[in-house]
């Protein structure tokens, strides 16, 4: 079974930060990059940030470019997105996923296979 877990979102000031955290088993870790969305109401869900397997590759969505930062520690199947100098535009519900084999794409939903239930993020003005 495959399983992804969020955790760490909650309700932030304007300007503060959060730390958001992806835990995988293990199955569905190894080998994987791995990619940030999140989905505001009423809103489609938007790519936020990717990264590769060996953490080498990284790329970022334009709303969250300088502010959020992606990582990954292998050794224990986690995912983290550092999220800083948040804004009530960055209230959405944030979902981590797994990217399928064989593609190079990074930022289209499709090019995803597994994904978490989602953590609340809010920012508060």
């Known amino acids: 079974q495959v399983q992804l877990v969020e955790s760490g979102g909650g309700l932030v000031q304007t300007g503060g930060s959060l730390r958001l955290s992806c835990a995988a088993s293990?199955?569905?870790?190894?080998?994987?990059?791995m990619g940030w969305f999140r989905q505001a109401p009423g809103k489609e869900r938007e790519f936020v940030a990717f990264?590769?397997?060996?953490?080498?590759?990284?790329y970022y969505g334009d709303a969250v470019q300088g502010r959020f930062i992606i990582s990954r520690d292998n050794a224990k199947n986690t995912v983290y997105l550092e999220m800083n100098s948040l804004k009530p535009g960055d209230t959405a519900v944030y979902y981590c996923?797994?990217?399928?084999?064989?593609?190079?794409?990074?930022?289209?939903?499709?090019?995803?296979?597994?994904w978490g239930q989602g953590t609340q993020v809010t920012v508060s003005s």
């Open positions: 293990g199955r569905t870790f190894s080998g994987y990059a």
């Open positions: 996923a797994r990217r399928r084999q064989g593609t190079a794409r990074y930022a289209e939903l499709d090019n995803y296979d597994y």
């Open positions: 990264i590769s397997w060996s953490s080498g590759i990284v």
